[in-house]
């Protein structure tokens, strides 16, 4: 099977240079596309110059993660992508042990490789590690990550695990289900579509695994870091939008009311921390979901419509209490 691996770019051509290398080194027959979001460092130009094997999507403005992807998988025929961020390095084989877990399971619509930190190669990366998980309260966390502790590859997760979503670092797809379930949700604009996809996903009966045979070296923080107050934003925001559209038990707004709750903490230990940037984005996440609740309503209505069981179920467990009250710091089944 050929697949497509699609590397989303927006002025990144100083990690172009350092990552595209191992990509086209063992991309063996799959085809390569740099899907540029209107990038004014030159990106365009050196690839082309480069790598002219690499086909070039160019976009007309920066459409962001979702928004990227979306308007680039347009125009990519292979059935199964890859999406691939710009600040990964990838090893020998690794396509093929997931291609072949395509092959054998027509219910597997999403997987994600190992991924390690390019910068610690013995220890898991923070986006995506072995693999996502949610709480109760939509917190993603992973195994080899909770929160900021990052453990060590010891070879604990080399096993083959369902997930509750994969990475969007690096992120196997099945075109025809991502098209299914409505595409990457361009609302979100960076970070955690790839989580709310996966849920989607699951609503409607396909499975989300994990690879451990594939294994990537993940930069990590090229588009927005850990200190970056948007991203304290995005990351707010859109845990609140999952819940609504995702979860659908009977108990989902008393879910989204602890969240809220949880949120005020956090808002207040950033104003403790004298982090004035980081606690006026959790309230203008939080204003800015207030705004977005009718659409959002209406989006989960439509999900349920789709919905194949009765109801996608995560862990009961809460990640905030087991690591901030019970002092759990690594992944725990």
């Known amino acids: 099977m050929k697949i497509g691996i699609v590397i989303l770019n927006w002025n990144g051509i100083d990690l172009l240079k350092t990552y595209l290398p191992s990509v086209v080194e063992h991309r063996k027959e799959h085809v390569i596309y740099l899907a540029d979001n209107a990038s004014t460092d030159g990106s365009i130009a050196w690839t ?5 094997e690499v086909k070039i999507i160019a976009m007309g403005e920066n459409r962001g993660y979702a928004g990227g992807y979306n308007a680039a998988l347009d125009s990519v025929p292979e059935e199964v992508v890859c999406l691939l961020n710009s600040d990964v390095a990838v090893t020998a084989g690794w396509c093929d042990f997931i291609v072949r877990r395509f092959e054998i399971d027509p219910k597997l619509a999403a997987c994600q490789p190992k991924i390690l930190d390019d910068k610690k190669k013995e220890f898991f990366e923070y986006a995506g590690a072995a693999g996502g ?30 997930l509750d979503w994969a990475s969007g670092a690096c992120l196997f797809l099945r075109k025809s289900a991502y098209i299914k379930v409505g595409k990457l949700d361009e609302d979100y604009f960076a970070h955690q579509e790839e989580v709310d996809l996966c849920w989607r996903l699951r609503h409607a009966g396909f499975v989300i695994s994990y690879e451990p045979q594939s294994v990537v070296y993940h930069l990590g923080g090229g588009t927005l870091n850990n200190l970056n107050p948007r991203k304290t934003f995005y990351n707010f925001r859109n845990c609140l939008y999952n819940i609504v559209k995702n979860d659908h038990s009977s108990l989902w707004l008393g879910v989204l009311f602890i969240r809220m709750l949880l949120d005020g903490i956090a808002a207040l230990k950033f104003l403790s921390e004298l982090k004035f940037a980081h ?23 439509e999900i349920k419509a789709f919905e194949k069981v009765l109801q996608v179920k995560n862990t009961d467990l809460s990640i905030v209490y087991q690591y901030f009250i019970n002092g759990i710091k690594i992944y725990q089944k």
Do not use: N, W
């Not at 082309?48 to 002219?52: D, E, I, Q, S």
């Not at 309230?283 to 209406?298: D, V």
């Open 133 to 162: 998980f949610i709480d109760r309260y939509a917190y993603p966390y992973c195994r080899g990550r909770l929160f900021d502790s990052i453990e060590k590859d010891l070879g604990q997760y080399d096993d083959v695990v369902d």
């Open 279 to 301: 606690f006026l984005a959790v309230l203008h996440a939080h204003f800015h979901f207030y705004r977005h609740l009718e659409s959002l309503l209406k989006k989960r209505k």
């Open 48 to 52: 082309a110059t480069h790598y002219p």
